[in-house]
């Protein structure tokens, strides 16, 4: 059986040909919907999506620094994905930054420049909410515990514009953080102890469920990914009963960023995925491990061991993925410079699965 891949067509045998690998219509990736614990096409089959992270546009108004453009083209020509999450900053598209001086009008059209060139070749776009300003147009820009009221603006905006495009995914906030769970669901006052200066600020968010009612009231549809607290690690409330309601749109995705830095060694992960993934559709969408190490609590795991056993977590489960991240300065870097020269000990290893569309084998490396 023949299935297409981004641009690319490979054969595919076993029980990965009941799997639809999403690119398949000719002119742009078809519609998708989640049931159950399935990403679905129009037709019904699953979809399984994996790719990369494309950064520079939440901290760069031209996206100059990411060379944007051609790292997306990249990404689906050599890297073969079906999915490119590229993170935003709201302050830079209402063009409040200080650097912006043209109301966000260039960086609206980038971003609309990013999305047609990855939707025109049959891959997904994820269009990620990573930066926000504690309420504070202008001020603060950057990551925080939670979204605030601009954030809700925000969305609203962008997914008007992007509202039912097939190829649009929506990424409702990179990292929530440090919040009860029932303020990461229904909103409320927080403190952010870290802004990027001056004293703590306290703001007022509009939970997770408040950013979807948003994009929903404006008559977008696309699916939506949502992270879960520990920074998209935690996904233990959403267990418990915290999902969003999402009764009018496409559905919800649950994301999980996963680094050695949690603490937790591969056996806890993977006993926390275990869970999740019985009862949620779950995207891992930042994972990596840089350099030599791999997860402290492991001993002596190297980072090849690590990125090759989550993404054989990955495969065996069947799940979908954007790995961290195809700049050769966000680490952990899939790519050492700008001719785009896999990492040794974790781009090669995201490459060849993704070029392969088989996981990686590393016969001495147990969890």
């Not at 504070?136 to 925000?154: L, R």
């Not at 267990?239 to 996963?258: C, F, M, Q, S």
């Not at 930042?286 to 989550?310: C, I, K, M, S």
């Amino acid at each position: 059986m023949l299935i297409k891949l981004g641009a690319s067509i490979r054969p595919v045998a076993g029980f990965v040909a009941a799997f639809v690998f999403a690119g398949v219509a000719a002119g742009g990736p078809p519609p998708l919907k989640v049931i159950g614990t399935r990403i679905v096409d129009a037709n019904g089959r699953t979809v399984l999506l994996r790719g990369v992270n494309a950064a520079s546009m939440e901290w760069s108004a031209t996206g100059e620094d990411g060379h944007i453009l051609k790292t997306v083209n990249e990404a689906i020509h050599n890297w073969h994905v079906n999915i490119i999450r590229v993170p935003l900053a709201q302050d830079r598209w209402f063009g409040v930054s200080p650097e912006q001086h043209d109301k966000g009008v260039a960086y609206r059209a980038l971003v609309r420049q990013v999305v047609d060139t990855v939707t025109s070749q049959n891959c997904y776009i994820l269009l990620d909410l990573h930066w926000n300003d504690c309420g504070i147009w202008g001020n603060q820009i950057g990551q925080h515990v939670m979204p605030d009221m601009n954030s809700v603006t925000f969305w609203r905006d962008l997914s008007r514009d992007y509202r039912n495009e097939p190829g649009v995914l929506f990424d409702l906030y990179n990292e929530p953080h440090d919040v009860p769970w029932d303020v990461w669901l229904h909103g409320g006052m927080v403190t952010d102890r870290g802004p990027m200066r001056g004293r703590p600020l306290k703001y007022q968010t509009p939970g997770m469920q408040g950013l979807l009612d948003a994009i929903r009231s404006v008559g977008a549809n696309n699916v939506v990914v949502c992270g879960g607290l520990d920074w998209a690690y935690d996904m233990s409330g959403i267990l418990a009963n915290r999902e969003l309601k999402d009764p009018y749109g496409d559905g919800v995705i649950y994301a999980n960023h996963t680094y050695p830095i949690k603490g937790d060694t591969m056996k806890k992960w993977m006993a926390k995925m275990d869970l999740a993934i019985k009862k949620l559709p779950i995207i891992v969408s930042e994972f990596g491990a840089q350099g030599t190490r791999g997860n402290p609590g492991d001993r002596g795991q190297t980072a090849v061991q690590w990125n090759t056993l989550t993404l054989e977590y990955i495969y065996k489960h069947h799940l979908n993925y954007t790995a961290w991240d195809l700049h050769p300065a966000a680490g952990p870097t899939l790519v050492s410079n700008w001719q785009y020269k896999p990492t040794p000990t974790f781009g090669e290893i995201v490459k060849s699965a993704l070029t392969t569309g088989k996981p990686p084998v590393l016969a001495a490396a147990k969890p």
